[in-house]
């Protein structure tokens, strides 16, 4: 096990106020969760070394093994509408590949709508946004944020070798992860900062420079959609929805599976 997690001090404000860190625990996820309806202050940061049950949208597993990755929640208490909760999601993206395009300046770096991050078309980040809303008002939210840092392809299982990688396959040897977790947080943090002062557009502006989707044809499907529909991307609205020109209209896609239909590959939306 890379002890040197255990050494994390992130050279941040406010995100680590709290911070907890386990050898192996089934989700920080739920551990977040539960320390907000405990009160927990915000900023207060759970991180594993592995999990066991690591979940990730729509409750599906995240392959999350020990000593090789960076799994982590953050628990959040914005002051926003529970309709604006999705924006995180796009924070957390554009955060997560400006940590990335620190250590591989190079490498072909993608945000698949809305919130998975490829290096060379494969994922090797995943992101979830649990949240706590009571009579109309949201109560907190959990940013949970797993990176693939030093998996090898060996340790990768069979049927997510065509999709996942890691930083280390990417950058052609191992990466610190204490390092890389010091610089994430900044990220995160500087982006988070930036969306409370200056709203969402600028957040969407830099996020924009990741996305690759438009002209591509997709199917959209599963949760959220009465209807399946297969279009062509034409971008995403001012909120982040996804814009899908089909041959009868322009659908806005807010939740649901898209898969681009060249690639098989799919992307699940808010909610998931």
């Known amino acids: 096990m890379d002890r040197s ?8 404000a406010w995100i680590g106020r709290r911070l907890d860190i386990y050898r192996e625990t089934d989700s920080t996820n739920r551990i977040a969760q539960a320390l907000g309806d405990a009160g927990a202050p915000e900023g207060t940061l759970v991180l594993a070394d592995g999990q066991t049950a690591g979940r990730g949208r729509l409750g599906r597993s995240f392959f999350s093994p ?14 926003l509408p529970p309709e604006a909760a999705h924006r995180h999601t796009f924070v957390a993206s554009y955060a997560v590949a400006e940590a990335i395009r620190a250590l591989l300046p190079e490498y072909p770096i993608e945000i698949k709508w809305p919130n998975d991050i490829l290096l060379g078309g494969r994922k090797t980040c995943g992101i979830n946004l649990p949240a706590r809303i009571e009579d109309g008002r949201l109560q907190w939210l959990v940013l949970g944020i797993g990176v693939n840092v030093n998996l090898q392809a060996q340790d990768i299982p069979d049927e997510l070798q065509a999709i996942a990688t890691s930083l280390r396959i990417a950058a052609g040897h191992t990466v610190d992860r204490l390092e890389f977790a010091h610089s994430l947080f900044q990220s995160l943090e500087m982006q988070l900062d930036a969306f409370r002062r200056d709203g969402f557009e600028g957040v969407l502006d830099g996020w924009l420079k990741y996305f690759r989707m438009e002209g591509r044809r ?6 959220g959609i009465s209807e399946e529909i297969d279009g062509i991307v034409e971008g995403v609205d001012e909120e982040g929805a996804l814009l899908v020109r089909t041959d009868k209209k322009l659908e806005r896609i807010l939740a649901g599976d898209v898969t681009l239909a060249e690639e098989g590959n799919t992307t699940r939306a808010a909610g998931d």
């Open 5 to 12: 997690l255990f050494e994390l001090n992130p050279p941040t």
């Open 66 to 79: 020990a000593g090789c990755s960076l799994y982590f929640s953050l628990l959040l208490r914005p002051d």
């Open 218 to 223: 997709v199917h959209v499907g599963g949760p």
